[in-house]
């Protein structure tokens, strides 16, 4: 998994850039890639980021507070150059804010056949999408060219 970066912002409670972040995973060719794989992978991650992040910060956290993971998903108009798209929430425990608190994305999978890999890029922000942060976290993915 390669991380373009998170913007400045993106620990900063408060700031415009707060939890927005752009991801590639680059995939061998041939994996399965699905509404159900993205959802699936989307609640594990998420899951396991929060739990692991309220144990090495040790958090004390009221019984009730984190309410489990929940990923919506919705396949759209495939953009240009990938082979599908899709969208959704992602609704989480802000171990940062200390509060719920709900992920719009976008994934991207492109074919890169001639490399043998698939490009799958999500784009990932609690900003609504007409938010300027989308035009920065659609940037990678802009500029990325399956070519070696």
């Known amino acids: 998994m390669k991380i373009f970066g998170s913007p ?11 939890w927005s972040v752009a991801y590639l995973f680059w995939l061998d060719a041939g994996q399965k890639i699905d509404a159900d794989v993205v959802q699936a992978s989307l609640t594990t991650y998420y899951d396991d ?13 009221p ?12 396949k759209i108009s495939a953009e240009p ?4 798209t899709y969208t959704g929430t992602i609704a989480m425990f802000d171990y940062m804010g200390l509060k719920q608190m709900t992920l719009n994305y976008f994934v991207h999978v492109k074919p890169c056949s001639a490399r043998g890999h698939t490009a799958l890029f999500l784009e990932i922000s609690p900003k ?3 938010h300027p942060i989308w035009a920065k976290l659609k940037e990678p993915k ?4 399956c070519e070696p």
């Open 8 to 18: 400045p912002g993106w620990g900063v409670a408060g700031s415009e850039e707060y």
């Open 49 to 61: 980021l929060v739990a692991g992040a309220v144990i090495r910060r040790n958090l004390t956290i």
């Open 63 to 74: 019984p009730g507070t984190i309410k489990p993971v929940q990923v919506t998903i919705k």
């Open 81 to 84: 150059d990938d082979r599908e």
């Open 128 to 130: 609504p999408v007409d």
């Open 142 to 145: 802009q500029k990325f060219s």
